[in-house]
Every structure is written in structure tokens, then in C-alpha cells.
């Protein structure tokens, strides 16, 4: 009967509170929206205050454990244990240019780990570029980069289509990628370079209303390949595309942008752009096959 009694009166308590600070608050709040401030839209009624607190309350309690009538922990989220590490590297290797009627595949095939490969800004290498996997024991990078970089905005800036002018230009000719990664493919970072179709018509793209027609891509840069890597050893991994400009042609029905299907992959400060097809879902970014971490910061 004790036990009753106590709890009954506690009960009462709680209403008692919670029916003066209503009255408090109501007070408050008739008093400053009759102050003749002019925007007092930031103000809560009472009841807006007590249904919060409320959920608040119960919301805090249905997720804590509860032991008895005591909390025994709050449980509270984990940050991320990894994540992508887009901090430029210091190239201690070979430096190999690549102008214009250059052979970027031949480049990017003797190139080693460590080494800095310079493409002409202006110029246009045909792909499909493929990315080899490299011995790598001590995790080097293989920098791929425009001659004009100090044209560029600095790291942690992004670029604009503007920026094109002073980028090399990687472009599929066909509705293939236009750069895609082999099984195992590592540290490999792109700079400042431009990657598009040419815009060629095609049967499978629409034709527009001033009798033109459009052209077709299934994506530009793909970085993993369901189907084909279904072990972890085969997915491309460390891969970086930093203040790149990626983009479709306007006529283009292009379906991706960059696939991201491996681990440890990044579009930094670049601007992905104009991806869209008829009859199909398009992504500017996109991945299905990839365990991660993915860094995408700062883009378009």
C-alpha cells in the first residue's frame, strides 16, 4: 500500500511540475510576442516546448540500456576507423612527358612506381586508358599530371570547366570508358586532367528535335568491375582523381560518370558534370563493387 501511495504522489509531482513551467513559459512567450519586435518567428509556443521535451525524453530512454530503473550506458556512435588519405605525395622517381601525338598508355606501362608523368595541357590522348597493377612494396605513387598545374586553383580548391584549357584531354571514342583500371591496379593519382567522349552520334542515343543525333557512353572512368573482381586482391585500390574535369558532351547520353568499385578511392576538387540517358538511372559518381573507404569532397 506504501508502494502505492509513493507512487502516486510522484506522479502527481511530475504533473504538478510540468503544469507550472506551461504556465512559465506561457508567460514568457505572451510577453515577448507583445513586445513589438517585429521578427519573433524564432519563438516556440509552450506546447512546442513540452511535445519536444517529451520525445526527447522518452526517445533518450528507449535507446539508452536500462538496468532496473537506472541507466546503465548511453551508446555512442563510432567515427570512422579509416578513411582516405588524399595528402599529395612526394614523388621521388623518373619524370616522363607526354605531349601531344604521345602514346599515354606506353607512358602510364614503363612508368614506376614514384614516377611523374606530365601530359601536355591542350593536347588529346584517345582511350581506353588502362591502369596495370605494379609491384609496389613501398606503396609509391604514379602521378598523372597536366604541364600547366600552376595554372590550376591549389589544392583544395576545385576546378571549373573554365580550368579546361589548361588540361590535357583523355577521351573514349567509343561507348567504352575512357580510362579504366586493371585487377589489382594501385596508386595511381590524377591532376588537372579533362576526361569526355567525342560526341560521335550512335544508333542507341536519341535523336533531338533539330534532327540531330545524340551519342552514347556507359561511363567514363571505372575504376573496378563487378562480375570480374570478386576477391579482395582484385579490387583496384588508392586511386585518386584530384581537380579533374569530368564530363559528357551535351548530346551525350552518358550513364557514369566514375565508378568507384574498389578500396581506398577519392574525386577530389573536380567537376563531374552532364551525365543523363534515356530510359536508365545516371550517376555522376557511383559504385556497387567496392568495399572502401570513398572520399568524395568538394565537387561539382
Request: hydrophobic share 35%; proline share 6%.
Amino acid at each position: 500500500m506504501m508502494k502505492k501511495e509513493v507512487g502516486g504522489y510522484f506522479i502527481l509531482l511530475i504533473v504538478l511540475t510540468t503544469l507550472s513551467i506551461f504556465f512559465v513559459l506561457a508567460q514568457q512567450y505572451n510577453n515577448e510576442k507583445n513586445s513589438g519586435v517585429e521578427d519573433n518567428s524564432h519563438l516556440k509556443s509552450p506546447l512546442d516546448f513540452i511535445k519536444n521535451f517529451f520525445y526527447d525524453f522518452f526517445a533518450y530512454f528507449k535507446k539508452a540500456p536500462v538496468t532496473g530503473s537506472a541507466v546503465s550506458s548511453v551508446t555512442i556512435v563510432e567515427l570512422p576507423r579509416v578513411y582516405v588519405d588524399t595528402t599529395m605525395p612526394t614523388q621521388t622517381g623518373q619524370t616522363i612527358t607526354v605531349n601531344s601525338g604521345g602514346n599515354l598508355q606506353t607512358a602510364i606501362n614503363n612508368a614506376q612506381p614514384g614516377d611523374t608523368i606530365i601530359l601536355q595541357a591542350g593536347a588529346t590522348f584517345n582511350g581506353k586508358i588502362t591502369l596495370p597493377a605494379k609491384s609496389n612494396p613501398n606503396n609509391k605513387w604514379i602521378v598523372i599530371r597536366t604541364s600547366a598545374l600552376g595554372n590550376l586553383p591549389p589544392e583544395g580548391q576545385r576546378v571549373k570547366p573554365s580550368d579546361a584549357v589548361n588540361m590535357p584531354k583523355i577521351i573514349t571514342t567509343s561507348s567504352d570508358f575512357a580510362i579504366d583500371s586493371a585487377q589489382g591496379a594501385s596508386y595511381y593519382r590524377f591532376i588537372g586532367v579533362e576526361v569526355t567522349d567525342d560526341g560521335a552520334p550512335s544508333q542507341y542515343a536519341p535523336t533531338f528535335p533539330d534532327g540531330s543525333k545524340g551519342s552514347y557512353n556507359y561511363g567514363l572512368v571505372e575504376l573496378g568491375r563487378s562480375g570480374r573482381d570478386t576477391q579482395l586482391s582484385h579490387l583496384p585500390h588508392h586511386i585518386i582523381f584530384d581537380r579533374s574535369y569530368i564530363h559528357a558532351q551535351p548530346k551525350t547520353s552518358s550513364r557514369r560518370g566514375v565508378v568507384l568499385n574498389g578500396a581506398h578511392q577519392a574525386v577530389i576538387d573536380s567537376y563531374v558534370s552532364d551525365f543523363k540517358e534515356v530510359g536508365s538511372d545516371s550517376q555522376a559518381i557511383a559504385g556497387f563493387n567496392g568495399i572502401g573507404p570513398f572520399k568524395i569532397v568538394n565537387n561539382y
